[in-house]
């Protein structure tokens, strides 16, 4: 792609010829503009002062899908979309005001960005700059304008905003997480003695009435603790363990957990085959209690409460999914149930989907949401109200050993074998898998296992290695 400064030189050096002149090659140096303007990336374009166009560069083929021939024949108005085309001609007039006042400035180029449709009727950002060139008697006879494909640009400037977008919730994430973590222990004090009070009440009192606002007082101060907790666990920025376990078991010892709460609702296990991950087990578990708390929320006004609960391989991720015939969620909210703080529960619940009582931190989704990112995985969730929700969260398998395909590619690549090498790694199931790749055909190496720093040191000043492969988390902590 040429560079604007470069559009800008061809701007004015075809500009100090007239357009009639361009266009019929009078001699060498307006044949050698041609020359440039028929093979420049960009398209270089011409309109009489009526805006209908008199010449545009082969390069509109590449850029909207357009032969000059097809592109000639369209307005202005057919070329752009409504609002590109709005600002198009206010700037045009602009420049005729400009031209009627004899205004110095009506000579000077103007740039501005467009929306242009392409031929196979997709739309593009463009970067156009145009101005009014003047005839033999000094007065306006055509525009000129270059015209650039600027998609690129234009993807890169919203990933920088997105990222800036993303850093900025970063930077408040851990400020909320410095806040709650200073604040928690003390809160949580005030909470327990509150709660400690409210049970020993409880003990000494046989009034109903008295009975009845000792037991609101304690289980607001229970919602208040588990709301702290929460939040807590939304701000810290802790990256996940990996521990290697099966996800049915991690699944049942959660219903386990749970199963006060699941006395009156079917629970369904479908495909629910011994599948082993590698991942945070306080994570998963967090994350499954969350989502059969939701279900079990959503059940309770349901006449046949039903919770299905899956999980499976495909496409080498790890799936399971957990689907309830609750109340379901509103379409115009399913967008905002990541979202801090956002709950449908308690107050909220202007349509009286959940039974009284029930209440809601607003922090359950979005950490779920949160444990699923860190460890590179997908979540979705489908629902539709009156009649259930089902989330499907997708988990990428690690595998232990190298696959066939794996084995030979190594076999056909690497050049190095029977090494000695320093594996300094502090989470136990990662070690054992570097462990496994490495020792094992076709690399055959020799591999000692350092799970820190100073371990890591000591097995270095008595031993020599050919590679020491280190974890950079146990670096930094050391």
């Known amino acids: 792609m040429i560079s604007t400064g470069f559009n800008f030189i061809v701007l004015n050096a075809i500009t100090s010829f007239s357009v009639a002149a361009l266009l019929k090659g009078l001699n060498s140096n307006e044949k050698r503009y041609r020359l440039m303007a028929d093979n420049v990336a960009d398209v270089i374009w011409t309109t009489d002062m009526n805006l209908n166009f008199t010449y545009i560069s ?18 202005i108005e057919q070329t752009l979309l409504p609002e590109s085309f709005d600002m198009a001609i206010s700037l045009y007039k602009s ?47 055509s525009i000129l304008g270059i015209t650039r494909d600027i998609c690129e640009q234009k993807k890169n400037e919203k990933e920088k905003i997105n990222a800036q977008i993303i850093a900025g919730e970063h930077k408040k994430l851990a400020l909320v997480g410095q806040i709650a973590g200073k604040m928690a222990h003390d809160f949580n004090n005030v909470l327990g003695i509150i709660m400690g009070h409210a049970e020993l009440a409880l ?62 609702i079917e629970v369904i296990k479908k495909d629910l085959v011994p599948l082993e991950i590698i991942a945070d087990p306080g994570m998963i578990e967090h994350a499954l209690v969350n989502l ?45 149930i990541y979202e801090p703080s956002f709950t ?46 089902r989330v499907r969260i997708c988990l990428p398998i690690i595998r232990k050993q190298l696959t066939s395909k794996e084995e030979q590619k190594i076999r056909d690549t690497t050049r190095h074998y029977n090494k000695q090498i320093l594996l300094v790694e502090d989470e136990p199931a990662i070690a054992d898998i570097q462990f496994n790749v490495l020792t094992h055909p076709p690399c055959s ?33 050391y």
């Open 58 to 75: 082969p390069s509109i083929l590449q850029v909207q899908g357009y032969t000059p021939q097809e592109f000639m024949k369209k307005s």
């Open 95 to 141: 420049k005729l005001k400009q031209v009627e006042a004899k205004d110095k400035a009506a000579w000077d180029p103007v740039s501005f960005e467009a929306e242009q449709y392409c031929k196979d009727g997709t739309i593009i950002w463009t970067s156009i700059h145009a101005r009014i060139i003047l005839g033999p008697d000094n007065t306006p006879e």
């Open 203 to 264: 003990i000494n009192t046989h009034d109903p009435e008295i009975r009845k606002t000792l037991d609101l007082i304690f289980n607001q101060t229970l919602r208040g603790k588990n709301l702290t907790k929460n939040l807590i666990t939304f701000a810290k920025s802790t990256e996940p363990r990996q521990e290697s376990f099966l996800i049915n078991e991690k699944i049942d010892f959660v219903i386990n957990l749970v199963k006060n709460d699941l006395d009156t």
């Open 292 to 336: 059969f708390q939701n279900s079990i929320h959503a059940l309770s006004l349901s006449q046949a409460p039903q919770i299905i609960i899956r999980a499976y391989a495909v496409n080498d991720n790890i799936v399971f999914e957990i689907q309830d015939n609750g109340c379901g969620i509103p379409e115009e909210h399913l967008d905002n």
């Open 344 to 389: 449908l529960k308690g107050s909220r619940d202007e349509k009286g989907a959940y039974e009284p009582g029930i209440k809601g931190t607003g922090y359950g989704m979005a950490n779920v949401k949160k444990y699923v990112e860190l460890h590179k995985g997908r979540i979705s969730v489908t629902s539709q109200a009156g009649h259930g929700t």
């Open 445 to 477: 190496h020799a591999v000692d296992v350092a799970s820190n720093g100073q371990a890591a040191i000591d097995l270095f000043e008595t031993n020599h290695y050919d590679l020491i492969s280190l974890d950079g988390s146990v670096a930094k902590n």
